[in-house]
């Protein structure tokens, strides 16, 4: 009797052990797909000896995923682009706070939710792309003049049902008010010189085939052309310049690509781990420049192409409202006929 109470606690022991003891592993649902980044796990892994386990797909289509494999997810981590969508992911309930002082102490609070649900990880600068002959630098000024009567036909903006542009007006909603920003989105849409299509680069294509003077574009689309093997693109990028507004227009739009670590985490620590890796200097070479944004890291060196756009002053709008601010941006720009 007595040996079989002691298998039995045996037993139990060991089943406890090994179901409480994460594997040597992190999962990852990402919607970010670079090279790079595989030589940024191979680091990780390197450094640490957990093993990184990669899922590529959609952001929409990851954050459903997620809730759909509710509390059998094998995804520790959810990384994707655009404060607006990982708010979208908090607001799903597929993340948790990730609980480390080394994230909260470099990352600036702007960059990362406030209940610490998601970190930011590198920074996207929304810019103006303009034509170097047709328009002076001296005339521009910031996004809230883009709606001035002396820029009609030409603008050149993508659709509204982009996140980027409904995070800009968010951000905008966020400053001046939803009443304000729906004016100025009407002054925005006047000035347009066709009707919104395409993406960002395509934005800045438009400008250097004549059909608008400024474009509104991410800056690492800028940055992809001028760095282009194809003379096209290059040639595309001869004839344009990008402005980031200045502190006294109010400031440039920054956005963010981010992660955050998913609700039923099977390896939370080693999750932790791996954000705070992607957070240090050598892994922030690897992954901002992969897709040529600026580091989330202050004082970092940055590759030519960056170094040459300049620095940038942040309108330090929370990145947090991007997502709170969205049903009404996206409302706004609809009343303001924004297509
Ligand atoms: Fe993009």
Avoid at 71 to 100: F, H, M
Avoid at 227 to 252: L, M, T
Avoid at 270 to 281: C, D, K, M, P, V
């Amino acid at each position: 009797m007595k040996q079989f109470q002691y298998t039995a606690i045996w037993v139990l022991i060991s089943f406890l052990i090994f179901s409480c003891t994460p594997g040597d592993e992190v999962n990852i649902y990402s919607s970010r797909h670079y090279d790079t980044d595989m030589e940024l796990y191979e680091n990780f892994t390197e450094e640490t000896g957990i093993e990184v386990n990669l899922i590529e797909g959609g952001s929409d289509e990851l954050i459903e995923r997620i809730n759909s494999e509710g509390i059998n997810s094998p995804a520790d981590i959810l990384i994707t682009v655009d404060a607006g969508r990982l708010w979208r992911a908090k607001q799903a309930g597929v993340l948790q706070a990730y609980e480390s002082d080394q994230l909260n102490s470099v990352i600036p609070e702007e960059l990362r939710d406030a209940d610490g649900e998601w970190i930011g990880l590198s920074r996207r600068v929304r810019g103006l792309i303009y034509h170097k002959d047709r328009v002076d630098v001296s005339e521009l000024e910031g996004y809230w003049e883009l709606a001035d009567e002396k820029w009609e036909g030409r603008l050149c903006v993508r659709s509204s049902n982009n996140i980027y542009n409904q995070s800009l007006v968010a951000s905008l909603i966020e400053t001046h008010g939803i009443e304000d920003t729906e004016e100025w989105a009407r002054g925005l849409v006047s000035n347009f010189a066709q009707t919104p299509q395409g993406g960002d680069t395509d934005q800045i294509r438009a400008v250097a085939a004549g059909v608008c003077d400024i474009a509104l574009a991410n800056h690492y689309y800028l940055a992809r052309l001028v760095n282009s093997s194809n003379q096209a693109d290059r040639d595309v990028a001869d004839q344009v310049a990008i402005y980031f507004p200045g502190e006294e227009y109010g400031g440039a739009h920054v956005n963010i690509s981010g992660a955050g670590i998913t609700r039923n985490s099977p390896n939370r620590e080693n999750a932790i781990r791996f954000l705070e890796y992607l957070a240090t200097e050598d892994a922030q070479q690897l992954y901002s420049v992969a897709n040529n944004e600026f580091p989330i890291l202050d004082g970092m060196e940055l590759p030519g192409v960056l170094d040459e756009f300049g620095t940038f002053e942040s309108d330090a709008v929370n990145v947090t409202s991007y997502g709170a601010n969205n049903p009404d941006a996206i409302r706004l720009m609809d009343r303001a006929g924004w297509r």
